[in-house]
C-alpha cells in the first residue's frame, strides 16, 4: 500500500535547520505513540512541553536527509524555533488534511435499505460547527473530544435519526497500512454510561506494565477507551474492540473517529430541515446525526 499522489507533498517537507535547508519525511504515528503526549491546557508549562514536543518530533520524523533522527536531533530542533515552527506547521497540515479523509455512511432508519455518503467537509457544513480541533492554538495537540463528557442536548426530533453510523477510515483513502479499514461508530455514553463504567474496571486496574499510561486523568487515554466503547464493529478486529485495537490505529484514524462522534452525537442541531437528506430508496427524511441512544 502506497501513499496516493495527491497526498505525497503532505510527507515531504524541507526546513531550514541549523542554517541549512534539510529535507524531511514525515510519517503518521499510530495513536499509541502520541496519546501521553497530550495534556490539558493547564498542564503544559514550558518545561513540560520541553519533553513533549521533542518526544513527538522524534515520533512524526521518518528521516531527516535520508536518516532516521534520535532524541538528541529532535531536541536540536526543538531548541531551533524556526525549524520547530516550520516542523509544526507540517505536523498541522498532515494531520488536519488526512484526518478529513474518512468516509461516512449513514443509514435510512426507516427502510435501512440505503445509507448517505457524506464527507466531513459536507456534514461540518451541514451542521454549521467547525469539526473537533485536532490542533489546539495552531501549536499543540488538542485534548480530543471523546475526553470528556458532553451534557445532553435538546433536539426538537421532528424527523428521525440515522440508524447507523458506518465509516471508510482516512488511512484506507489515503494508502496508510493499518489494521482495520472500515467500521461501525455507536455512542460512547450509551445506556447512561454504563458502558464505559464497565470498561474502566475491565481494563485499567491491571498493572501490566506498558499500561502505566491507561488512566482516566491521562486524557489520550481516556479518549481512546471512549472510543473502544463507542466502537460497535472494526473490520480486521475479531471480538471485542479492546482499548488497544483504539491504540493502534494510526492517528489520522483516531482524530477522524473522535471528530465523527462529536459530530454525530454532541453538536446542537437547530434546524432539523438543514441537516437532513431524503432516502433515495424509500423517499423518506431523515437526519445526518445519530440519535444519542444508538
Ligand atoms: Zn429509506
Known amino acids: 500500500m502506497t501513499v496516493a499522489n495527491s497526498f505525497e507533498s503532505l510527507f515531504h517537507v524541507r526546513i531550514l535547520f541549523q542554517g541549512r535547508d534539510r529535507d524531511i519525511e514525515l510519517r503518521v504515528p499510530e495513536y499509541e505513540e502520541v496519546f501521553a503526549l497530550i495534556l490539558p491546557p493547564e498542564h503544559r508549562s ?28 529532535a531536541r536540536a530542533i526543538y531548541a531551533d524555533s524556526q525549524a520547530a515552527g516550520q516542523l509544526v506547521a507540517s505536523r498541522n497540515r498532515l494531520f488536519e488534511t488526512l484526518a478529513e ?22 456534514l461540518t457544513t451541514a451542521l454549521q460547527a467547525g469539526p473537533w480541533p485536532i490542533i489546539d492554538q495552531r501549536l499543540f495537540l488538542a485534548v480530543p473530544s471523546l475526553a470528556q463528557h458532553f451534557p445532553k442536548f435538546l433536539r426538537t426530533r421532528q424527523f428521525p435519526y440515522s440508524s447507523r453510523i458506518r465509516f471508510q477510515l482516512p488511512s484506507t483513502v489515503v494508502g496508510i497500512p493499518a489494521a482495520s479499514r472500515s467500521g461501525v461508530l455507536g455512542y460512547a455514553d450509551a445506556q447512561h454510561g454504563a458502558m464505559e463504567r464497565a470498561a474502566w474496571q475491565r481494563w485499567t486496574p491491571s498493572e501490566v506494565s506498558g499500561r502505566e499510561q491507561w488512566r482516566e486523568d491521562v486524557s489520550g487515554f481516556h479518549a481512546a477507551l471512549r472510543l473502544s466503547v463507542a466502537l460497535q464493529y472494526l473490520d480486521g478486529v475479531s471480538g471485542e474492540i479492546t482499548p488497544e485495537a483504539v491504540l493502534q490505529m494510526p492517528a489520522i484514524d483516531f482524530y477522524f473517529l473522535d471528530n465523527l462522534h462529536y459530530l454525530a452525537h454532541n453538536v446542537a442541531i437547530t434546524d432539523e430541515i438543514k441537516v437532513s437528506v431524503r432516502c433515495e430508496k424509500c423517499g423518506q427524511t431523515f437526519v445526518l446525526a445519530a440519535d444519542a441512544e444508538n
Open 46 to 73: 514550558p518545561e513540560r512541553m520541553s519533553v513533549m514536543f521533542p518526544a513527538e518530533f522524534k515520533r512524526l520524523i521518518k528521516s531527516m536527509e535520508g536518516s532516521s533522527i534520535d532524541i538528541e536531533h
Open 101 to 122: 479523509q474518512g468516509l461516512i455512511y449513514m443509514q435510512c432508519p426507516h427502510c435501512l435499505s440505503w445509507e448517505a455518503e457524506v464527507s466531513v467537509t459536507a
